[in-house]
């Protein structure tokens, strides 16, 4: 194997919250992640589906976003999107 080219390799400082709550359908164990990295956008993390988003106001106001990215029901996305809206405004 030749040598490895790198894009970038960066550490940096994370804040990091855990949070579990139960929508009207189902349990959600996120992993938020706040960083600089993000142009003031979080990564969520769904701990559950194993998926994750980099998110912020902008996507909580698109329409479908949250329902494709954790591939979740109309229903259990707008439970996930009325807590991050809290969370994130």
Not at 41 to 49: H, T
Not at 65 to 89: K, P, Q
Request: net charge negative.
């Amino acid at each position: 194997m030749g040598e490895r080219f790198f894009l970038y390799d960066d550490t940096v400082n994370t804040k990091t919250r855990f949070v579990s709550f139960l929508g009207e359908r189902q349990r959600f164990d996120l992993a938020i992640v706040q960083t600089d990295r993000f142009y003031g956008k979080y990564l969520i993390l769904d701990m559950q589906s194993n998926r994750f988003a980099i998110i912020g106001q902008d996507d909580l106001d698109e329409p479908g976003y949250l329902e494709h990215a954790y591939r979740l029901s109309e229903e259990d996305a707008n439970d996930l999107r009325s807590f991050l809206y809290e969370f994130i405004s």
